[in-house]
């Protein structure tokens, strides 16, 4: 059974598969380590009063960027909102600016920090805001597949493309590699254009794509005509990827096993259900959704794309949207002439996005008020270069 946002909303049930998080202590790992703040209580009744005084206080030595998916106590502070490309974007477009404040996950604010000068410092407010999908990929476990692939006698003719979803060591490798990096907006163009360098499309070259085998496998079938014999899954956890040689000779794709832990729930029983309940519905999904939702859609495309499509839709249309539970409120709540459903009843928030509240985020303004710089995000400069490499590669591509 779906959920309709916007005229009798009903909170969706928690899922029982929230992550543990901040619970490490390795801070090159994505889900990050605990954080150790002296955090305002979130009950404190003087909260956004002290929220605006140090954001006033800091004026424009502070930029903050607010990810579609965090909450809206947070985007009330937000300078701009966007998706990952959007924010990295912004970040780079602010020189100005002492201190980008990133609103998001770990892997959002690495490349912020990539993309900015060195007299800037990129806080993330909560170091425990990272993500299940970009911990999915190690760096030791893509140099041991790359190890595989040249063992298959392929590496030459393979390309690495990397979902911005990714640690900035992966990036790294991806510059290394001459390969690029891509996100849900670009995936397509980014796919063919890396297909290029190793002889077309419709040639015999292959691509690793990391870390989100479900957006690799949907840009590569749907948007590229390839067929899903000619996709393969390496299996990190697994001797040489769980793969043959032959079957990594056979391939032209090669996906890694990453998926997102939101997006991943939703089914093709959630479309099925709500085209019953709802006659004349659009369903319309992200590119992370597993090949069967996307399939069973009617359109798929990246967050800003669902916010587009919202806008320009008739009023009295319905839509079931299957993405991050924040962004489908706050679409619901923009659109009320429209009907709005969440494709599921019990997808969760993204654990880790909702992990920065406003708690973390006075915290993180009033340090910087009182001088001290907490929570800064800071890239191995080796890694950086070749990440902006990989990075500068998407920039560079057609219609970009
Ligand atoms: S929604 Fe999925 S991909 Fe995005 S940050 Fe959360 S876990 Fe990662």
Redesign the pocket.
Known sequence: MSTLLNSSFTEPSASPALLLLGQKTDLSSERGVECTGDLPAASDPDLVERARVARAALGDRAFILGHH?QRDEVIDFADVTGDSFKLAREAAARPDAEFIIFCG?HFMAESADILTSDDQQVILPDLAAG????DMAAINQVEDCWDVLTDAGIADVTLPVTYM?STAAIKAFTGRHAGTVCTSSNAEVALRWAFDQVGGVDGTGKVLFMPDQHLGRNTAMIKLGLTAEDCVVYDPRKPGGGLTTQQLQDARMILWRGH????GRFSERNVTDIRAAVPGINVLVHP?CKNEVVAAADFVGSTEYIITMLNNAEPGSSWAIGT?LNLVRRVAAAHPDKNVHYLDSTVCF?S??NRIDLPHLVWIMESLVAGRVTNQIVVDSDDAHWARVALDQMLALPGL
């Open positions: 998916y996950v993500c299940s999908m970009a979803n997102c832990s939101v997006h992370e991050e993204c880790t996005m």
